[in-house]
C-alpha cells in the first residue's frame, strides 16, 4: 500500500482586523478547503489526520486561527506545526497578517467592532497585547502580508496571485436565438445579427452553422472579415483580464435570430480561435435543434438575383 502523498496545508493568522476573512474567502473561492477559528483541540485532531489515498479530500486546507481562537497558544502551534511537518511530511505554510496599529484602531473604529482582547477598553489596549501574543507566530511564519495600505479587493487579488498558480476560469461559448430569448447566465452578449441571413437561401436554410456551404455564405459578408479580427481581439484582451480578478466562470454568447446560422459559425470560430491562445473553452448550441421559422426571422432585408433573399 502506498503512503497517502502530503497534504497542502496554510495557517492563516495575524492581527484582528487585518483581513483575515478575507483572505479564507478568497482561497475558498480559489477552491480550497478552509475552516476559521476551529477550537485548538479540534485543529489538532484535523492536522492529524491523513489524507485518503483516494484523493477524495485532495483540496488543499486553509485555517484561520488568530488569538479568538480557543485554547490559542502561539508556541503551542508552533510546536504542533513543526511535528505535523515531521509525523506526516505535510507541506505546511504560515501567512502572518500584519496592519499598523493606527489603521487597526480606524477599523475598528469605522465598523464599530470591538477588539476580541478590548471588550471594555480602548482598541489601542487590545492590539498592543494581542501583538505580543502573536509574536512566535509572526516569526515563524513563512510569509508575511501588512495589509496598512491594502483594500479588501487588493488583497484579494495578491491573494489570487500567490495562490491560484496556473488557475483560470471555467470558459464557456455558446450560441442562441434572440427569438428565444437572452441566455441568463451569459457574461458577454455578442449580437451577430448584422451579418448575412442565411435562412433566407433555400439551399441553405436547412442546414446549420456546423455546414461550410452555411459557413461560406456568413464569411462572406463584406463585414465579416473585419468584425471577426475586431471580436477576436477584445475576447483576447479581456479573458486574462477576468482571469486577474479572480473570476471562476466566464460565459461568452453570441447571438442570431434563430440562433441555428450565425451564430453557430461564430461560436465554432471564435472557440477555435481561444483554443488556438491555449484557452480551453467548452461549445454549446443552445437553440442548434430547433426548426427553421420564418416568422421567427422576420422579413428578408433585399432580394438577389436567382430568387435568393438575403438579410
Known amino acids: 500500500m502506498s503512503k497517502p502523498r502530503p497534504k497542502q496545508i496554510l495557517l492563516v493568522t495575524g492581527m484582528s482586523g487585518a483581513g483575515k476573512s478575507t483572505v479564507l474567502r478568497t482561497l475558498e473561492d480559489l477552491g480550497w478547503e478552509t475552516v476559521d477559528n476551529l477550537p485548538l483541540l479540534l485543529l489538532n485532531r484535523l492536522l492529524d489526520t491523513a489524507p485518503r489515498e483516494d484523493g477524495d479530500d485532495d483540496r488543499p486546507l486553509a485555517v484561520g486561527i488568530g488569538v479568538a481562537t480557543r485554547g490559542f497558544d502561539a508556541e503551542s502551534i508552533v510546536r504542533r506545526i513543526k511535528k505535523l511537518r515531521e509525523d506526516h511530511g505535510h507541506d505546511i505554510g504560515t501567512l502572518f497578517l500584519d496592519c499598523a496599529g493606527a489603521e487597526l484602531e480606524r477599523r475598528y473604529s469605522e465598523t464599530r467592532r470591538r477588539h476580541p482582547l478590548a471588550q471594555d477598553r480602548p482598541a489601542s489596549d487590545g492590539i498592543a497585547h494581542e501583538r505580543n501574543l502573536l509574536m512566535p507566530l509572526r516569526r515563524w511564519s513563512n510569509r508575511l502580508i501588512d495589509t496598512t495600505s491594502l483594500a479588501s479587493n487588493e488583497l484579494a487579488h495578491q491573494i489570487r ?151
Open 161 to 311: 496571485a500567490t495562490f491560484a498558480g496556473d488557475r483560470e476560469p471555467t470558459l464557456s461559448v455558446m450560441s442562441f436565438g434572440f427569438a428565444r430569448g437572452l441566455p441568463s447566465n451569459a457574461d458577454l452578449v455578442l449580437d451577430m445579427r448584422f451579418l448575412r441571413n442565411p435562412h433566407w437561401v433555400d439551399a441553405l436554410r436547412p442546414g446549420t452553422g456546423k455546414d461550410e456551404d452555411v459557413s461560406a455564405y456568413i464569411a462572406s459578408d463584406p463585414a465579416y472579415d473585419q468584425a471577426m479580427v475586431e471580436i477576436e481581439s477584445l475576447l483576447l484582451l479581456l479573458l486574462p483580464r477576468y482571469e486577474a480578478e479572480g473570476k471562476s466562470y466566464v460565459t461568452i454568447a453570441f447571438g442570431c435570430t434563430g440562433g441555428r446560422h450565425r451564430s453557430v459559425h461564430v461560436a465554432e470560430r471564435v472557440a477555435a480561435r481561444l483554443r488556438e491562445e491555449g484557452f480551453s473553452p467548452t461549445v454549446t448550441h443552445r437553440d442548434l435543434q430547433t426548426a427553421p421559422q420564418d416568422s421567427l426571422e422576420g422579413a428578408p432585408a433585399a432580394a438577389s438575383g436567382g430568387g435568393v433573399q438575403v438579410k
